[in-house]
């Protein structure tokens, strides 16, 4: 028996994540002299009938589909909190490598500047793809909050000698790995140093007079220091919108 659990061990409906347990017959008794494991691991089953029958929790991510199949999302290893929204990287990950040009898909929080984590997506394709066709797919699919900010097309993924994922040698994001509008030069003294503010706050090499905050990797967080920014070096009150 499958199970697809939330964080209080309910089982959750079709179509939606939880974690994968398995229960019947063939669940090991345990990790041998691991007793801490053991316990981690093998816990009571609750939807069982047998009396001290347990469960295994396996750690993958999945949901069932209305046809009777689980589609696996990833390992629940891989989750993190951003700005207080708990977020699933094997979902994103599972949604966008559904696109028909994506062959490997790999999402992380990166923190490239000291308190800003940032969603980045990195995939494998024969040729680049559009950013604002990448972030409008999972739009469609994902809340916001889970929408990564920019997207790095890599020739193949790196590995380790043992052929994993080596996570630390994805690159940073660049300025094309951002969504940006066709560039139009700030006009103006207003303009300009709001220009240089966004800059400075979104680590982007240049802004233009039609980009946009929020799909230049800002947030409502780092939009409040922008506010106070614009605030303090211009006398001018401006509204918190996307």
């Given at each position: 028996r499958?199970?697809?659990?939330?964080?209080?061990?309910?089982?959750?409906?079709?179509g939606v994540a939880g974690?994968?347990?398995?229960?019947?017959?063939?669940?090991a008794r345990g990790y041998l002299n691991r007793p801490e494991l053991t316990a981690e691991g093998f816990l009571i089953d609750p939807f069982s009938g047998e009396a001290g029958a347990r469960m295994y929790r396996t750690?993958?991510?999945?949901?069932?589909?209305?046809?009777?199949t689980i589609e696996y999302l990833g390992r629940n290893d891989?989750?993190?909190?951003?700005?207080?929204?708990?977020?699933?990287?094997?979902?994103?990950?599972?949604?966008?490598?559904e696109h028909a040009s994506v062959r490997e898909a790999v999402v992380l929080a990166r923190e490239d500047a000291p308190g800003e984590k940032r969603l980045v997506a990195y995939?494998?394709?024969?040729?680049?793809?559009?950013?604002e066709a990448l972030r409008n797919a999972l739009s469609a699919q994902l809340p916001d909050y889970m929408v990564p900010a920019a997207y790095v097309r890599l020739a193949q993924m790196p590995l380790m000698p043992n052929g994993k994922l080596d996570r630390k040698a994805l690159p940073a994001p660049e300025g094309d790995a951002y969504l940006t509008r066709?560039?139009?030069?700030?006009?103006?003294e207003v303009e300009q140093a709001l220009a240089e503010i966004w800059a400075e706050l979104l680590k982007v090499e240049r802004v233009g007079r039609h980009d946009h905050f929020f799909e230049l990797g800002g947030h409502s967080l780092l939009a409040v220091r922008m506010i106070s920014r614009v605030r303090q070096e211009l006398g001018v009150e401006v509204a918190l919108g996307e």
């Open positions: 499958i199970y697809s659990l939330d964080a209080q061990g309910q089982t959750v409906p079709v974690e994968l347990y398995v229960g019947g017959a063939g669940v750690g993958d991510l999945g949901r069932w589909l209305p046809a009777g891989f989750q993190v909190k951003i700005r207080g929204f708990r977020i699933e990287l094997g979902e994103i990950e599972a949604r966008l490598a995939y494998v394709a024969d040729a680049e793809i559009p950013v066709v560039y139009a030069a700030p006009q103006g």
